[in-house]
């Protein structure tokens, strides 16, 4: 397996170079200006939709729980070690970039939950089943159904191999055993007994889980955040400037910091931007899919709201912690060099805080993937591929704590590129039905709310 590693090397700095972040920010790009810069205009109006959509229609969740599943799969550890890394290898620079990447990410989630409502079907179980499989093959014709197998596949080994399991099983593990010094083992044992738990119970068990942790984490990330900002504040316009100078000029060397140019700062913050709230990966869609709601675009725009709260706010958060408290400039990298910016301000109790948020967010995302890779499962293979996908999961989670192989993290880059392909084509090609949904959808809210102003 270690031989592998320089030819899966040299792929994933192909995969996740030029041509496909081209692709990911350029369908982004593409579908701002076809829908008119909707993630300004109808921002707001999306945040509201979040706590006051109808849930009327089919469908297995509320459209809160269904975004609570997504953004359980999206804010994980990238929000905490991805940014910590973009800022280590493309200095402050990388945070603007990840900016970029989440304000065009924002018009390709908004595609892909409306797709996933429009083109959603019911499977054996009397489930609803959705996602870019679905929007691939039925949208765009029985003839590319090789392409929605394709995506589906991929699916399941990112689930297996990449973001569902190991990257946040070692998170969990290895915080918890710095922070609290519970040996891993010990902690590894509970987190498997609790996955097992709750993923038998199949998505209501997920979304329930999920709708409780992650308004709470994410609260309670952005209180400790925010009191290290404000104890900064007199700093926090200078951080600003230096966040958008160092996208455009690079940084140079200082303390611990290596320097870095311009294509590093954009390499890095677009590729952890996408990498945090998974924009044109297609994983949201198939949690959007089983939203109660009979307006596709409505979707479209809870779906949104997930790349603004997990990117412009989490992330930031995080971004700002680091450029503040000087950290950056520092030897330390990673999950560590995060909470080093937290515990300048609140000493032990700050890691300990970091800790806690850290194993949260893993947690979920470990149950988003779950779910998103058991819905590839039935696509590819029926309702009877569910059980042994489950142990295979589970069992990976158990042994995730000891594998610590190169090639795994690598494959995992890899596997996560693969499933943005077929997803991206698909964006593309079924932009015009994206564009005349929208219109639909908009005219009729606008109608309304001109004959609510008028009545009054």
């Given amino acids: 397996m270690e031989s592998l590693i320089p030819t899966l090397d040299a792929i994933d700095s192909f995969m996740w170079g030029p041509p496909l972040i081209t692709l990911l920010v350029g369908t982004g790009i593409f579908l701002t200006i076809r829908l008119g810069l909707l993630q300004v205009f109808r921002l707001p109006q999306a945040l509201g939709l979040i706590f006051r959509a109808q849930n009327h229609g089919m469908g297995d969740v509320s459209s809160f729980k269904a975004l609570c599943v997504a953004l359980a ?54 489930e609803i089943a959705g996602g870019p499989m679905f929007y691939i093959r039925n949208g765009m014709g029985e003839k590319y159904r090789p392409l929605a197998g394709f995506f589906a596949i991929a699916t399941i080994l990112v689930a297996f191999l990449g973001i569902g399991t190991f990257p946040q099983v070692n998170a969990i593990v290895d915080s918890v055993n710095i922070a609290f010094g519970v040996p891993k083992i010990e902690t590894d044992v509970l987190l498997t007994i609790l996955i097992a738990a709750i993923t038998i119970g199949g998505l209501q068990s997920i979304a329930k889980v999920a709708s409780k942790i992650i308004p709470f984490m994410a609260v309670l990330y952005v209180i400790i955040s925010l009191g290290l900002i404000f104890l900064h504040i007199s700093a926090v316009p200078d951080a600003i400037m230096l966040i958008i100078e160092s996208a455009f000029t690079g940084t140079a060397a200082a303390g611990g910091f290596a320097g870095s140019t311009i294509m590093m700062a954009m390499q890095n913050g677009i590729a952890r931007g996408v990498f945090s709230n998974e924009s044109g990966l297609g994983s949201a869609p198939i949690a959007a899919a089983a939203a109660k709601t009979k307006e596709p675009a409505e979707q479209g725009l809870i779906s949104m709201t997930g790349t603004f709260i997990d990117t412009i706010v989490i992330c930031s958060m995080t971004g700002l912690a680091l450029v503040l408290t000087g950290v950056w400039q520092g030897d330390a990298a990673g999950a560590a ?6 515990a300048s301000v609140y000493g032990p109790v700050g890691s300990m805080l970091l800790t806690v948020a850290l194993a949260l967010f893993a947690f979920t995302t470990i149950l988003g993937w779950n779910y998103y890779g058991e819905r590839a499962c039935i696509y590819l293979f029926g ?74």
């Fill in 383 to 456: 309702t009877k591929g569910v059980l042994p996908y489950r142990l295979i999961f589970i069992a990976l989670i158990a042994s995730g704590a000891f594998l610590k192989l190169e090639a795994i993290w690598i494959l995992a880059d890899i596997v996560n590129g693969l499933m943005a392909i077929p997803n991206l084509i698909a964006l593309i090609a079924l932009s015009g039905v994206v564009v005349a949904e929208t219109k639909h959808y908009l005219g009729k809210i606008d109608e309304e709310q001109r004959r609510a102003a008028t009545t009054h």
């Fill in 73 to 126: 799969a999206t804010i994980g550890t990238g929000n905490i070690v991805g940014v910590a890394t973009a800022v280590k290898v493309g200095g402050p620079g990388a945070i603007f970039w990840m900016w970029m990447a989440a304000f065009f990410g924002m018009a390709t989630k908004y595609a892909e939950g409306l797709l996933a409502v429009k083109y959603r079907s019911v499977d054996e179980k009397g």
């Fill in 337 to 342: 060099m995060t909470a080093g910016a937290f």
